[in-house]
């Protein structure tokens, strides 16, 4: 599938040779020499990318940019400038530019940063969004998360480092958000970096940036997230996998205020609020050495936790509501409902994966409903206690054998039931050895009251 490219280049020749490598990659392009008519084109039609060098006639690549952000805040831009002018980048990207080459540069380390940029392959946001998809923010009726929310608020306006503790899929990014928005810094940058996602050995190169050289496959000099968004927020998301070597060097950085980029021997200065989050156990974490002490009280200043959705029963409804109503209008359905058995089985429902699972339940309920949602929609069950397996399992092994137990205790309670506690008779029924029955009794605690009375009116027990 072939993708669209605005090129923008003044230089004639520079121009052509760009379209044509490009083309020769499968891109559709348009190729123009001014920011004016690059305008004209975006207004026509929509582009997988935008190109741009920095040095235009009359309006500049950066001028293009923010033109290019009012009317589509998501298409990915990559901007072009000469060696030497790496403050200019910065400023774009700050700006709203998602990446910058420096010319001159090879065709292939064009093409792959067009491959990166357009198929979002970093997993670090560069984009610079202040607003998450779709401009959502979080919202709640319980009352005890609008008292967390109020601390949120409260510690937004003291500019200290904050941690989010909570569960996977509970809304955390959202709420280092409403901490940047009600902060002094909310006209800034917020950047969000998966710690957990981005692989060990990038990370560093991420955070600090890195020159020309300074390893294989460095072509380019690259800005760091420190760097780039010095004057704003950075938001570090499952901040407990972070390699501990990591860890030293991130908190040297925020202590010290400054940092050199992988490579480089230029201080830089930076001032970043810094938002951490995760959703480890804190303390087994210091104790087994994966998250350090110093580095966890340097984040900690002040702890919020966030509650998982089936502590807060009266915001699943709004929620599934809302995103009913956002999936039927982006589909084509503007009068989509919930059936009564439906809206019964979400509030029962306890979401083991928080507000995220909810989000994607409702959006394939959206998608095979026609206008009522029915429970067959949601793709959900009452069957399994889900809070208890997320509360003794992450793995989905461990999930498994979890649901394994709870399925045997199931059968042998019945088979007790029916047998009257005899031990002997229930072995038979349900097609195993006495002695491993005796086992599962033993390990499940399962009836021992039948069993005994059981016993003593039978007068001998069997042995294998």
Known sequence: MSRSLLIVEDADTLRDVLASVLESEGYET?????????MEEFKKQKFDCVLSDFRLPEKNGVELLQFVREIDREVPYLIMTAF???DIAVEAMRLGANDFITKPFEPEDLKEKLEQVISHRQILNRSLGKETRRGRKFSTHDETTKRMLEQAKKAARVDTTVFLLGESGTGKELIARYVHDNSMRHDKPFVAVNCAAMPAELLESEFFGHE?????GATQTRVGVLELASDGTIFLDEVGDMPPQLQVKLLRALQEREIKRVGGNKTIKINPRIVAATNIDIEEAMESGK?????????AVITLEVPPLRERPDDVLPLATYFMEYFASHSGKESMKLSKEATNLLTRYPWPGNVRELENVMERATLLAEEIISPEHLGISLQLDYGALHDAACTLPEIAAQATRKAEMEVIGKALKQTRGNKSQAAKILGVSYKTLLNKIRDYGLGAEESEASD?????????
């Open 212 to 216: 020309a050289g300074a390893f294989t």
């Open 30 to 38: 348009v190729a123009v020499a001014s920011a004016e008519a690059a």
């Open 84 to 86: 030497g002018t790496i």
């Open 456 to 464: 003593q009116l039978s007068g001998f027990e069997s042995t294998l």
């Open 291 to 299: 998250l350090r002490e110093d580095f966890y009280y340097r984040l």
